[in-house]
């Protein structure tokens, strides 16, 4: 068995690379690091940012090896009636394309909503939202409400939205807030979903909360919060792997 960890940037993985003697791996010279932990092989990818580096480097990596699990992980910002804040907790049920679509004078208008057909035989043209909801997540989410280590932050499930325009405005936050149920934004989120739905492997995906959505007032931020939450509730979940697998195979 084997255990792939993404995460957009090196920033988001200090923590864990401090933990685990991850070492260099020769798979994606620059972009990936292997160990053995708990008795599990693991696999770390820094993806880059945004969908089109993290589907590249994602498939560049499966075309070489496939894992048992993909966990994504890293910063995100919250939705305001998510009940999130920075240095808290999202899991992923969903990922929605939250700005796949056309906007014109009465609003934004998801690509699902403009009646394309798809293909009669083969994949469709595209799909706007995965869902995310397994064993694996629902292990996820009671491991981690459990440990000890957590206790004080809030963690919430449900669906994320993945934009590539972050929204900084709060027109944008609630729009997409509205469109989508989500309680958390990302850039990488839905295109990682896709590409592990192609090649029909589990995708877990957490979230820290680093900044709430609708402003780019900085003093509202707190990255190095959101960093921080996501690593140590993956080095709790790495820890729990055989209960975590028995939940996802029950």
């Known amino acids: 068995m084997m255990i792939c960890l993404l995460a957009a940037t090196p920033h988001e993985t200090v923590l864990l690379r401090q933990q685990l003697p991850l070492q260099p791996d020769p798979l994606l010279p620059g972009q990936t690091f292997s160990c053995r932990f708990c008795n599990e092989n693991i696999l770390l990818l820094h993806t880059g940012i945004g969908q089109v580096s993290a589907t590249t480097s994602l498939t560049r990596l499966l075309e070489r090896q496939i894992p048992t699990l993909l966990i994504a992980f890293g910063c995100g910002g919250s939705?305001?009636?998510?009940?999130?804040?920075?240095?808290?907790?999202?899991?992923?049920?969903?990922?929605?394309?939250?700005?796949?679509?056309?906007?014109?004078?009465?609003?934004?208008?998801?690509?699902?909503?403009?009646?394309?057909?798809?293909?009669?035989?083969?994949?469709?043209?595209?799909?706007?939202?995965?869902?995310?909801?397994?064993?694996?997540?629902?292990?996820?989410?009671?491991?981690l409400r459990q440990a000890t280590e957590l206790a004080s932050i809030q963690i919430s499930s449900g669906p994320f939205v993945t934009v590539n325009t972050v929204s900084g405005t709060p027109e944008l936050c609630r729009q997409l807030e509205q469109l989508c149920a989500g309680i958390c934004e990302n850039m990488e989120g839905a295109a990682l979903a896709q590409v592990a739905a192609g090649y029909e492997i589990p995708l877990l995906e957490l979230r820290g909360i680093s900044n709430p959505c609708g402003t780019r007032e900085r003093a509202d931020w707190d990255l190095l919060a959101g960093m921080d939450v996501a690593q140590r509730a993956l080095l709790r979940l790495l820890k729990d792997l055989p209960s975590l697998r028995s939940s996802a195979c029950a």
Do not use: C, M
Not at 88 to 113: C, K, N, R, W
């Open 79 to 143: 939705y305001p009636n998510s009940g999130l804040s920075n240095g808290d907790l999202a899991l992923a049920t969903a990922e929605y394309f939250g700005d796949l679509g056309v906007a014109d004078a009465q609003g934004f208008i998801p690509l699902s909503a403009l009646g394309l057909k798809h293909p009669a035989t083969g994949p469709p043209l595209f799909r706007q939202q995965f869902d995310l909801v397994s064993g694996w997540q629902r292990g996820a989410a009671d491991l």
